[in-house]
Every structure is written in structure tokens, then in C-alpha cells.
């Protein structure tokens, strides 16, 4: 995330919205944002619902335990509401391939 803010300008200067979204609670979010310097929405999916929903949980096992977690991933949405672009694991961390689409698409 910290990546897509260093990137904020320029994803904003093509007309795009970012949006982080977490499993963690809204006080690791807001802590996290702090320490990071994020100003865009932080979402919440303490639930994994929405992880699910999009195919992006991942079960990991510390110690004997049993815990759910999220894979990292970057979803270009359109205005239309359709998922344009996906990148996900070490692809979602770098942001420059999603900033040229959308400021492609802004020049379009």
C-alpha cells in the first residue's frame, strides 16, 4: 500500500479512486495508516468475505495454529463496475503497471 501512495498523484491525476482492504481490525487500519502516511480508504473485511469472494484467501499454519489470511493482489475496476486488470502476490506490490493502464486510459 505504501507503494500505491508514493503513486497517489499520478493514479488520482487519471481520474482513479485507490482503495486498500484489510482483514485487520480498524485499529491495526488506522495505526497502520498512520505509520505509513496512507490518505486513501482503508476498507475492512475482518470477515474474509470479500477475500473469499475474490479467491484470495490463504490459509497458513503457525505453530500448530490455524489462521486465515489474504493474498496480496491489485484490482483495476471500471466505471462500469468490471474488473479490467488483476495483479496478484510480488505483482500486486509495484504499482507502475496499473498506474500506465489508468493513465492510458485517462489519454484515451
Known sequence: MRNFQQNIDKLEAADTQVLGVSMDSPFAQYAFAQQNGISFPL?????????KEYG???PMDIKGVHLESARRATFLIDKEGRISEIQVDREAIDPSHI??????????
Do not use: F, M, P, Y
Request: overall charge positive.
Open 99 to 108: 498506474v500506465t493502464i489508468c493513465e492510458r486510459k485517462k489519454k484515451s
Open 43 to 51: 476498507l475492512g473485511d475482518q470477515s474474509g468475505a470479500a477475500t
Open 56 to 58: 484470495l484467501e490463504q
